[in-house]
């Protein structure tokens, strides 16, 4: 994810200072048949301009990450943002 969100500022013309990226995921079922069934992403970091285009940025980035990570698409993924 930091590496999506990173390429999407850079194409917005806000370059990260920091970025910082927690991954949590929730699985179900028997240890044998367990599954993922939920990612749950909190970014945190430094990036210089305006708030709506960080956060269409953070938006756009999760949308790339889902695509280019390949998980199922009824997979639950919450994102938090703090930039």
Request: hydrophobic letters at 40%; charged letters at 25%; glycine letters at 6%.
């Amino acid at each position: 994810m930091a590496w999506k969100l990173a390429e999407v500022l850079v194409e917005t013309g806000s370059p990260p200072d920091e970025l910082t990226v927690e991954a949590k995921c929730t699985f179900a079922g028997a240890i044998r048949d367990r599954e993922l069934i939920a990612i749950h992403l909190r970014v945190d970091g430094f990036v210089p301009g305006s708030m709506p285009q960080r956060s269409n940025a953070t938006v756009e980035a999760q949308r790339r990450y889902l695509r280019s990570c390949g998980p199922r698409s009824d997979l639950a993924c919450e994102l938090a943002a703090v930039l």
